[in-house]
């Protein structure tokens, strides 16, 4: 059973350019979750869906970020235009909520994210 | 907000030595997840606790649930090379009424051959 799966593993961009990050969640599962990750921030929640709708967007840093997730096996998270301080491994992950206990997420491989 | 704080940040064993970490907070959880990232990978889950007191194994990492449900430890004995990765905590907030997970921010195992 396939993972989940991101695209690309590296991205390599210049400041202002638009930078789109792709993830596909595990099949059967109705949470999705963006997170960045950095030496000094730690892992960080951007914004969560539920059943394709987003739930919590409150980690999101700024209107640059937008995120969108049209169907059950798709996510985008978009960078526009892109600065510097936004580079950082950016992780997709899965679960399948259904309330109460057990809220295991499984993460996707990441995208190691360099603005220049 | 509810925070998990992990000890230590780094540890730098040599190969064959016992490793002991863990989790704390003010908060109370229903669930504590340990996760284990690889260099260059995601992180992916080692051990899941569900009850207050529980003790549970995976091969050579024993996670315990502390009975006062704000702490959780993980222990792994007769470390080997491939042990090298950060090993995060993680709990559901709001006693797990939610989807997220909070995470504390790791700590770095370093394993000497």
């Known amino acids: 059973d396939a993972g989940v799966i991101q695209s690309p593993r590296h991205e390599v961009t210049e400041m202002g350019q638009e930078v789109t990050l792709r993830c596909k969640p595990i099949?059967?599962?109705?949470?999705l979750f963006w997170y960045r990750q950095t030496m000094m921030r730690g892992l960080e929640l951007l914004i969560y869906?539920?059943?394709?709708?987003?739930?919590?967007d409150s980690g999101m840093p700024e209107d640059r970020f937008s995120a969108k997730m049209p169907n059950a096996s798709f996510s985008t998270l978009k960078i526009q235009p892109s600065e510097p301080r936004d580079s950082a491994v950016y992780f997709c992950?899965?679960?399948?909520?259904?309330?109460?206990?057990?809220?295991?997420?499984?993460f996707g491989a990441g995208t190691r994210l360099s603005v220049l | 907000g509810q925070q998990l704080n992990q000890s230590p940040q780094s540890m730098f064993i040599q190969e064959g030595e016992d490793v002991s970490m863990n989790c704390t907070s003010s908060?109370?959880?229903?669930?504590w997840l340990w996760y284990k990232q690889d260099p260059g990978e995601g992180p992916v889950l080692l051990i899941a606790?569900?009850?207050?007191?529980e003790l549970t194994s995976n091969g050579r990492l024993t996670a315990q649930f502390g009975i006062t449900r704000k702490d959780s430890f993980l222990n792994i004995s007769a470390s080997i090379p491939s042990d090298v990765g950060i090993y995060f905590c993680?709990?559901?907030?709001?006693?797990?009424?939610?989807?997220?997970?909070?995470f504390g921010k790791g700590t770095k195992l370093t394993v000497n051959p």
């Open positions: 992950a899965s679960s399948s909520y259904s309330g109460g206990l057990g809220n295991i997420q499984y």
């Open positions: 099949s059967g599962h109705n949470s």
């Open positions: 869906f539920n059943n394709n709708v987003p739930i919590d």
């Open positions: 908060s109370i959880f229903n669930t």
């Open positions: 606790l569900y009850k207050a007191g």
């Open positions: 993680a709990a559901p907030p709001d006693q797990g009424g939610s989807e997220k997970l909070v």
